[in-house]
T-cell receptor
């Protein structure tokens, strides 16, 4: 069975500081991995996704994530946090075979302090 | 134009009532989904339709019945509402049902059962 673990339900950073949101996955077959962002009272929006091409994936708003098979990780980073980055971030995994649904982690709330 | 729209945005109702939530996408996608997000922000798939056919039906009480009159619409009807049904319900769509597809989310319907 596939699953995702997001370490830290709440991360707080200063404006301009590095953002690091952690995601570890479990999958019996090579996975597809996604990061979605949810701004307050809105739906989810795709930040980036890994689909077995380049291991370093660049997304919108300056975010990127690196797929590390040996560590079963797909951490999300941004070099310099902006106030507008404050939101809930979800990592999700999808197996690339079968009729299995997208499985989301429990989310990490990012706060950015001025 | 809104890509994935849901109505209503807010729904407050009494226990035991029956209610429906409507979803429409104008992206020309073949696949649509319903998710439930609980008070702890945990997001879980409920149903998925591909070309109006049900392809994913997670362990959801049979009080919940999805209906897809055409590819652009996926409605959710809930009978005999219970307190535990209070949540945010998100509709989403994707181009196809393959696992690497990006899902586009609606703004959510906030359901409160009193």
């Amino acid at each position: 069975a596939q699953s995702v673990t997001q370490l830290g339900s709440h991360v707080s950073v200063s404006e301009g500081a590095l953002v690091l949101l952690r995601c570890n996955y479990s999958s019996s077959v090579p996975p597809y991995l996604f990061w979605y962002v949810q701004y307050p009272n809105q739906g989810l929006q795709l930040l980036l996704k890994y689909t077995s091409a380049a291991t370093l994936v660049k997304g919108i708003n300056g975010f990127e994530a690196e797929f590390k098979k040996s560590e079963t990780s797909f951490h999300l980073t941004k070099p310099s946090a902006h106030m507008s980055d404050a939101a809930e971030y979800f990592c999700a995994v999808s197996q690339n075979s079968g009729n299995t649904p997208l499985v989301f982690g429990k989310g990490t709330r990012l706060s950015v302090i001025a | 134009d809104t890509a994935v729209s849901q109505t209503p945005k807010y729904l407050v109702t009494q226990m035991g009532n029956d209610k429906s939530i409507k979803c429409e996408q104008n992206l020309g996608h073949d696949t649509m989904y319903w998710y439930k997000q609980d008070s702890k922000k945990f997001l879980k798939i409920m149903f998925s339709y591909n070309n109006k056919e049900l392809i994913i039906n997670e362990t959801v009480p049979n009080r919940f019945s999805p209906k897809s009159p055409d590819k652009a619409h996926l409605n959710l009807h809930i009978n005999s509402l219970e307190l535990g049904d209070s949540a945010v319900y998100f509709c989403a769509s994707s181009l196809g049902a393959t696992r690497q597809e990006t899902q586009y989310f609606g703004p959510g319907t906030r359901l409160l059962v009193l």
